[in-house]
């Protein structure tokens, strides 16, 4: 299949499990709310330009925010980790290796460690700038550690969830034109 169809096809569904299943979901406890919607942005293709990236963080954030009635809520916090992405994938892998061979991050192409590490830092600094323009509203700042940490936690674990239940084949680059 296209590569561009699949991510079109990721797009529609991210939203609508985040949009009409876990949005759904009475936050628990007053400080977990379950988002996993960003993690189409942690699975775009290495080889995406920073500027495409960028906007589609932007657009896939905003799409959020029509359907959840917020204006730049979840736009923010998308364009954030796209922005950090790059960066923070040259980090974690060796430019020579795998970001020649495979097409997308995964556990199979950056390896468990690395791969944890990545949605791990890029899952905190998605909450921690969504909760944070949340708080603003309402400025207790145990709450808005309290609800960074276990919101963090919760999508960790549906993270880390969705990778062993999804298995996505890993897509090795090829020269051919995509």
């Known amino acids: 299949m296209n590569l561009v169809f699949i991510h079109i096809i990721r797009f529609i569904l991210f939203i609508a499990l985040q949009v009409f299943v876990l949005n759904q979901v009475p936050p628990l406890h007053q400080w977990i709310v379950p988002y ?17 990236l960028l906007i589609t963080g932007f657009v896939f954030g905003l799409t959020l925010d029509y359907f959840t009635g917020s ?11 796209a922005y950090l992405r ?17 097409v997308e991050p995964s556990p199979k192409s950056m390896g468990w460690a690395p791969y ?13 700038y969504l909760v944070l323009i949340e708080w603003i509203q309402f400025g207790d700042f145990l709450y808005f550690l309290a609800k960074v940490g276990a919101t963090t936690a919760v999508s960790l674990l549906l993270i880390a969830i ?9 897509k090795y680059r090829t020269n051919k034109a995509s």
């Open 71 to 81: 204006i730049g809520l979840h736009a923010a916090p998308c364009v954030l980790i």
């Open 116 to 128: 944890s590490l990545y949605a791990a830092l890029l899952t905190f600094f998605h909450h921690f």
């Open 162 to 170: 969705s990778e062993v239940l999804f298995f996505r084949k890993a």
């Open 36 to 52: 996993v919607y960003f993690l189409y942005i942690l699975w775009l293709p290495f080889a995406i330009p920073r500027w495409l």
């Open 86 to 102: 790059p960066f923070l994938l040259n980090l974690l892998i060796p430019q020579e290796s795998t970001e020649l061979s495979y």
